[in-house]
């Protein structure tokens, strides 16, 4: 079995909870925002062309998006495992199930974790990786289960030059999700995660930092901890300078940077990002992983 079928039969049937989601959006019921523009080009390979041009029942659709999750969980756990090394990032008891946004301790040591979301992502997640390296600095990477389907070597890049990993959902969803809709966002990226890199993480990032749209509860529900930030760069944006700025004005020990490797072009943060480490080296920054950070403070208390 080669990973060009499994992904295949991935595509197939996503395109078909695309579909699903989109026609379920259409009815005003809340699921993962998908383009529609889905629907034409693979209607004729899903089936569910039928459902589409009927003026579907919701009542209807439900089940059909139930059995099409079943399906992919099920699909995802017969890939097989593509790493012989299982890798877990694990947080303290005292943050299961509660949300970060920086750590206090009693250390004298000036410590800070960068962190990037929304990758792996052609291009700007290797030129992260090479200046990281360069300084020899480890990093904390939030993935979205969409890109770690798409780049799945670059997400095993990732792990191999040693930094942690977080999950950062599948879609990116900013609407409300249902406790089955949010469970799935999150256990199929851990799956997928496991399944490409042998990665076990119990940090939650929720997209956008929104807490309450049902994936940070059920993150927090199953004691994973909920990793905001407390420095926020907003790359999504701001020019090299500007998001210098911002992050520099914010940090302080035991802080968290929010940067982005992934989810358009980053080329403003990778040009900022040398600078960025150069000036809090000088201002007397160690830079640790976000699992490093919890731990240093859980054993500070
Ligand atoms: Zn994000």
Do not use: C
């Not at 569910?48 to 999750?69: D, H």
């Not at 406790?179 to 929720?206: C, Q």
């Amino acid at each position: 079995m080669t990973d060009l079928s499994l992904f295949a039969w991935q595509r197939r049937i996503s395109m078909s909870l695309f579909i699903a989601a989109g026609v379920s959006f259409m009815a005003g019921v809340s699921v993962p925002l998908i383009p529609l523009v889905n629907q034409r080009t693979v209607t004729t390979e899903t089936g569910l062309e039928q459902q589409q041009q009927s003026e579907p029942n919701i009542l209807e659709i439900t089940p059909l998006i139930e059995q099409q999750q079943h399906a992919y969980q099920q699909l995802i756990a017969k890939l097989p495992l593509q790493t012989e090394k299982e890798l877990t990032f694990s947080v303290p008891d005292q943050f299961q199930g509660k949300t970060v946004y920086k750590v206090g301790f009693s250390n004298k040591d000036k410590i800070i974790a960068l962190t990037f979301d929304d990758g792996p992502w052609p291009k700007t997640t290797n030129e992260v990786l090479y200046i990281l390296k360069k300084h020899n600095i480890k990093a904390t990477f939030f993935v979205l289960g969409t890109n770690v389907k798409n780049y799945s070597g670059r997400l095993k890049q990732i792990v191999e030059h040693g930094h942690a990993i977080g999950n950062h959902s599948w879609s990116h969803p900013y609407t409300y999700q249902n406790p089955s809709a949010a469970a799935l966002e999150i256990d199929r990226t851990e799956d997928l995660l496991y399944k490409t890199s042998g990665v076990k993480t119990s940090l939650f990032r929720p997209p956008g930092g929104f807490l309450n749209n049902g994936l940070a509860a059920y993150a927090r529900k199953t004691n994973h901890a909920v990793v905001l930030w407390s420095s926020d760069s907003r790359d999504y944006y701001a020019s090299e300078q500007k998001l210098l700025n911002n992050v520099l004005k914010q940090a302080q020990s035991g802080g968290i940077i929010l940067l982005h490797d992934g989810g358009g072009d980053r080329s403003e943060t990778v040009r900022a990002l040398p600078k960025l480490i150069t000036e809090l080296k000088q201002r007397g920054y160690k830079f640790v992983t976000v699992p490093e950070l919890l731990e240093i403070a859980a054993d500070t208390k």
